[in-house]
């Protein structure tokens, strides 16, 4: 089990960062929200998650043991696998999902792609007794941000490669969406939308 990596960060994609360990790059499956607070060059120390599979060794990065956590505890409802688990961790902070379950919200659930109506009834009775209670800080990585979402947005294209232009203009793009989210945007949902439409252009 490898439980964390710390070194510098080597390489940034839109799901992955190669964090350099030891004089090996490790490829690190992310969420946009935790890809956004890494740059290239910088050190930086990742929970991670190893799925193993008859094929493959997938590693998953997180921000802190929380969102890891949040991420296993996910994968033992049925249907739910590392791939789904980390969607719903990409829209939503695991307090924010602990607070949809201990609520029944469907709603936040099929806010997530790949998570129907009926799924997401499911995933509330089977996740009920397994997430816990919310702890009720309001913060981590996925959590809506009040401020400063642009900036944010903007470090974390530039973090990925992109000119500052291009991150300009994604930014304009996603204004919009931003604007519907109200005062609190979620800056991982915006910067998935950010990168689809960079995508659509080049």
């Not at 030891?22 to 956004?36: D, F, R, Y």
């Not at 991420?71 to 249907?79: D, H, K, P, R, V």
């Not at 739910?80 to 936040?108: F, N, Y």
């Not at 500052?164 to 005062?183: F, L, N, S, Y």
């Amino acid at each position: 089990m490898i439980a964390f990596v710390s070194g510098p960060v080597a390489a940034l994609a839109p799901d992955t960062a190669v964090v350099e360990v030891g004089g090996i790059g490790m490829a690190v499956q992310c969420t946009p929200n935790t890809l956004s607070g890494l740059r290239i060059g910088q050190q930086t120390k990742l929970a991670t998650s190893l799925v193993v599979r008859e094929d493959s060794l997938t590693l998953y990065g997180f921000a802190d043991d929380d969102e890891r956590q949040t991420f296993e505890l996910l994968q033992t409802a049925s249907g739910v696998g590392p791939r789904l688990a980390q969607a719903m961790l990409a829209v939503h902070s695991p307090d924010a999902l602990r607070g949809a379950v201990a609520s029944g919200d469907e709603k936040s659930l099929t806010a997530v792609p790949g998570i129907g109506k009926k799924g997401a009834q499911k995933l509330l009775i089977e996740l009920k007794d397994r997430l816990g209670a919310p702890l009720g800080t309001g913060t981590g990585v996925g959590a809506p941000v009040t401020s400063g979402w642009r900036d944010q947005l903007h470090a974390a294209l530039i973090g990925l490669g992109y000119a500052t232009r291009e991150a300009d203009e994604a930014i304009e793009a996603v204004a919009p969406q931003a604007e519907e989210q109200g005062g609190t945007p979620q800056v991982g949902k915006l910067l998935k939308a950010a990168l689809q439409t960079l995508n659509r252009t080049r």
